[in-house]
């Protein structure tokens, strides 16, 4: 196992910060489009698709002791962000709102490749920073699903971590097999992150196609 990085060290990882950035794209992409169903104004809109794009990025940063977070440091997760929310704005201006026209089932695929995506990088950091075992897979389903919980809550819905049953759930399994694959396995990260990214997105698709739930108690 690789020694723990000092508490204020900057990772510098080329795969991971693609993979983050790739990340903030797409959840702000979908959290615009979240905002166009939710009648926000264009101010609104874009906050939300930045809150939630780099939302739990910032939180998972935070716990690892990197200050300032990775976020709120380089241009280009704000730029990516504004980036998707401007298409998502301009396609609606052009068309229509195009999120009171794209299937919710759409919409929320495309969350699941956000979600992997997120998780997938918040796993790999973790392990650059020379954690191992529980704490990786808590702070990846934090960095997966943070940005989701603000978007949530800043709109006044219930989170879907709360009762999307294959959401977290989805988020803890695609975690713990990249953690299982590199450090029992020897798998290159790079490998192990495109078998979990894919693990976590299928399950969160088969759960919304094939409607999956955990028990409930009613």
Known sequence: ???????????????????????TFVLAAECALT??????????????AFVGSVGGGVIRDLLLGEHPPAPLRDWRYAALAL????????????????AN?????????????????????????????GLDGAPVVVIATINGCGGGILRDVLIARVPHVLHEDFYATAVLAGATLMVV??????LRRDAAGIVAGIAIFSLRAAALLEAWRLPHLR
């Not at 926000?40 to 874009?46: A, K, N, Q, R, S």
């Not at 980036?83 to 195009?98: K, N, R």
């Not at 956000?114 to 790999?124: D, E, I, K, N, Y």
């Open 1 to 23: 196992m690789t020694p723990a990085a000092p508490v204020n060290a900057r990772i510098r990882d080329r795969m991971l910060t693609a993979v983050d950035l790739a990340a």
């Open 83 to 98: 980036a998707a929310t401007a298409g998502v704005i301009a396609a609606s201006l052009m068309l229509g709102p195009v």
């Open 181 to 186: 694959l590199i450090q029992r396995f020897g």
């Open 35 to 48: 905002g166009v169903q939710a009648d926000l104004d264009l101010f609104g809109i874009l906050v939300l």
């Open 101 to 129: 026209v794209t299937p919710p089932l759409a919409i929320d695929m495309f969350e699941g490749v956000g979600l992997a995506l997120a998780a997938v990088a918040g796993t790999r950091k973790c392990l650059d920073y």
